[in-house]
């Protein structure tokens, strides 16, 4: 069984420039988690969706992140513009229901902003 | 006061020997509990859940749980030098949101 995957793994940008990034969940998990994580933190939830809808959105800085799910499969987190403090590895996880307790979390995307 | 706290570490043994590491949780309606690994520049790996007071035992790892002291812990016998990792306790809140802790830094020397 295929995991979480995303892309990219590593991305450089500019500060004031746009972001995105892309996470396709375990095939099945209808629940599907956005986190931060900050060096030498544990992973902070950004937003997680229920199938298509975006259930809990409150950690999400919603005047530069945005966020979407369409489907209910794949998801994609987009900063603009990205800031010097967005730097940090964004982790997408997935569970088959929410609840379920278990997550399993993709690669993760190491995003540096300079 | 976090949610969830762990002592960052770094905890460091010798190769054979246990590994203790803990965790204390501050809301009293968590029912679930779990113990990530997450190797440098890894993700997070879930290798334990527990949910029921006392031990689950799972190979060389032993979860423990004291939901009247608010209290995980996640034992690692004849610890190897691969098992060298920053180790993650989580919960779920009331709310139904995970949190982690800050993880601790596990160091096992050959």
């Known amino acids: 069984e295929a995991g979480v995957v995303q892309s990219p793994r590593y991305k450089i940008i500019e500060k004031k420039q746009p972001v995105a990034f892309w996470c396709n969940p375990i095939?099945?998990?209808?629940?599907l988690y956005w986190y931060l994580q900050n060096l030498g933190q544990g992973p902070e939830l950004l937003i997680r969706y229920e199938n298509e809808e975006a259930v809990d959105d409150s950690q999400l800085p919603k005047d530069r992140f945005s966020a979407e799910r369409l489907k209910g499969v794949d998801s994609t987190l987009k900063i603009q513009p990205a800031e010097l403090g967005d730097s940090a590895v964004y982790l997408c996880?997935?569970?088959?229901?929410w609840g379920d307790g278990e997550q399993y979390f993709g690669p993760g995307t190491r995003l540096t902003v300079t | 006061q976090k949610e969830v706290e762990q002592n960052s570490g770094p905890l460091s043994v010798p190769e054979g020997a246990i590994a203790s590491l803990n965790c204390t949780y501050s809301?009293?309606?968590?029912?679930?509990f779990f113990w990530y690994r997450q190797y440098s520049g890894k993700s997070p790996e879930l290798i334990m859940s527990?949910?029921?007071?006392g031990d689950k035992e799972d190979g060389r790892f032993t979860a423990q749980l004291n939901k009247a002291s608010q209290y995980v812990s996640l034992l690692i016998r004849d610890s190897q030098p691969s098992d060298s990792a920053t180790y993650l306790c989580a919960s779920y809140n009331q709310g139904g949101k995970l949190i982690f802790g800050q993880g601790t830094e596990l160091s096992v020397k050959p």
């Open positions: 996880a997935s569970s088959p229901n």
């Open positions: 095939s099945g998990h209808n629940t």
């Open positions: 527990i949910y029921s007071n």
């Open positions: 809301d009293r309606g968590s029912q679930s």
